[in-house]
């Protein structure tokens, strides 16, 4: 087994922190003991290079059940669920405190896993920090209300932990998601098994270290490194696990939705997109425009509430995709640890040729490739897995390319005629996961947030979260809510609680 303390580190002009292999604690860790994974090693690649980052055990259907086993002991033994919630918010603050003692390390970990830029990367982690604060905050100065009185009776309203909490969480952002997840479950007084996306398991592993580190009671906490095809059922099935939280495609999602269905377990359920990004004839040109480039190829595309579809006023179209090219073009393609670098490499080569696969039946249906379309032409980069942003319009919303997610730096632009079509074609898709609106006229942005189905909505700005504010997606992007007050809520169960009045026995039946 590989432990932490075989790790170095080296500087680089890059003013990163590299690490050399191991990165990351290769085990399980289970019973107080880190445990080498039984189910098939698997090699983490830099998407940049190409280059092994590190092998690691990934863990066997039976060591998972014994993980969950184990996590359903410390939920009922360890004497978590019985903490005041400030005692249970001091741990998380000093699991946030770790991490930003280890932000650079944590960044740079998970920059060589997904080809994120450096300045991404260090901004999730501390946003993942933060979310553990929040909700540290959040559980001791949530009220449970004494409910109006009905009769001679006192009611009161609690919330209660629901026991083990599966946790899935997507390749493309980990760390933040991770939190997002184990944060809140933790706070409400639950256990959590993490399973991390097979491709992205370092940062996972490396935030399991700082679990450890921080004290928290054995077995509340484990992360689940390996195939879902493997150990998929066995998180998912185990009559242990009171809930589901799930992070990734809406077809894995649905899948989940019916395995949770079929134990009658609650489920949350972040899943894809196709948001529509509105540039009304009025709009700040300089700002939509950055806004517009943001959104979609930030994160390399691989973003679910990424601006993929974007709708722009006939009146200002042609001036305004054409300057977008004319910037598209010139943003910086490199590895993540390049601080010039705006578009990184795909997180695979199997996703890098999903995305290419939907660029060229994009071209299949009719539609005008204006920028990129395919790898770079730099031998530089030839090893990684990179794309060129891409730009295409010609396609009517009814297209499959406008209608499907395909999760890279690929934006489609359409022309609109007025309010009542932009509506029209801005839901005319199964998704409803979020949308930008550019445009100073308040009133008119009111309405078209109002009339346009998606949980999140931006105007004058994109892809801006607060951890106190909830996220959910309509339609197919999802179910229930993350973040805020009400993702607190959906990690317990409520229960009412009647107090009688009477000194007398209540008036019943025949004596």
């Known amino acids: 087994m590989t432990t932490t303390t075989e790790r170095t580190s080296q500087g680089t002009a890059q003013g990163a922190q590299p690490l050399t292999a191991p990165l990351v604690t290769d085990a399980l860790r289970l019973g107080g003991d880190w445990v080498t994974g039984d189910g098939g090693s698997f090699t983490v690649t830099d998407p940049a290079t190409g280059q092994a980052v590190q ?25 978590w669920k019985e903490l005041l919630p400030h005692e249970r918010g001091g741990y998380l603050r000093t699991i946030a405190d770790l991490m930003v003692d280890n932000l650079d390390r944590l960044a740079t970990i998970q920059t060589l896993n997904t080809g994120k830029t450096l300045s991404e990367t260090r901004k999730l982690v501390a946003s ?96 689940l490194p390996g195939k879902s095809s493997v150990i998929g059922d066995a998180i998912t099935g185990h009559p242990a696990v009171a809930k589901i939280s799930f992070t990734g495609g809406t077809s894995a999602g649905k899948l989940i939705a019916h395995q949770a269905a079929e134990r009658l377990i609650p489920t949350t359920l972040e899943l894809g997109g196709k948001s529509p990004t509105i540039v009304c004839e009025d709009a700040d040109i300089e700002q939509a425009l950055q806004g517009v480039l943001f959104g979609i190829f930030s994160s390399s595309g691989q973003s679910c509430i990424a601006g993929s579809r974007l709708f722009v006023h006939q009146s200002i179209y ?20 390049d601080p010039d670098t705006d578009v990184g490499p795909l997180v695979h080569r199997r996703h890098r040729e999903s995305v290419a696969w939907y660029v060229d039946r994009a071209r299949s249906e009719g539609g005008a490739i204006l920028c990129g379309g395919k790898a770079p ?62 445009t100073p006229d308040f009133l008119r942005a009111h309405r078209l947030a109002g009339a346009i189905d998606a949980g999140t909505v931006w105007i004058n700005t994109y892809k801006q979260f607060s951890i106190s504010t909830p996220f959910s997606g309509f339609k197919d992007s999802g179910l229930g809510v993350d973040k805020g007050m009400d993702g607190l809520a959906e990690y317990s169960k409520r229960k009412s609680l009647y107090w009688g009045l009477e000194s007398t026995p209540m008036t019943w039946g025949k004596h």
């Not at 060591?63 to 004497?79: K, N, R, V």
């Not at 042609?318 to 640890?337: K, M, Q, Y």
Request: charged fraction near 20%; charge should be negative; include cysteine.
């Open 128 to 223: 993942a920090a933060g979310t553990f604060r929040y909700y540290a905050s959040a559980v001791e100065s949530r009220e449970e209300p004494v409910t109006p009185r009905r009769g001679p009776w006192q009611t009161v309203s609690v919330l209660e932990p629901l026991g083990v909490v599966a946790a899935i969480t997507p390749w493309n952002s980990p760390v933040a998601s991770d939190a997002q997840k184990i944060a809140p479950a933790l706070a409400a007084g639950n256990a959590v098994v993490l399973k991390p996306a097979e491709w992205t398991p370092l940062v996972a592993m490396a935030l399991m270290e700082l679990v450890v580190e921080s004290g928290l009671p054995e077995g509340l906490v484990t992360v």
């Open 318 to 337: 042609r001036d305004f995709v054409d300057e977008l090219v004319r910037r598209t073009r010139a943003l910086h393609i490199g590895p993540g640890v």
């Open 377 to 438: 032409d730099d031998p530089a980069l030839a090893a990684g897995t990179y794309y060129e942003p891409t730009v295409i319009e010609g396609l009517g919303n009814s297209s499959a390319t406008c209608q499907e997610e395909i999760f890279g730096p690929v934006l489609v632009c359409l022309p609109y005629e007025n309010d009542d079509d932009l509506i029209a074609q801005a839901n005319d898709t199964v998704y409803g996961l979020a949308v930008g609106i550019w």
């Open 55 to 79: 092998t690691i055990h990934q863990i066997s259907a039976d060591q998972a059940t014994q993980a969950i086993d184990a996590a359903s002991e410390a939920f009922l033994y360890s004497g």
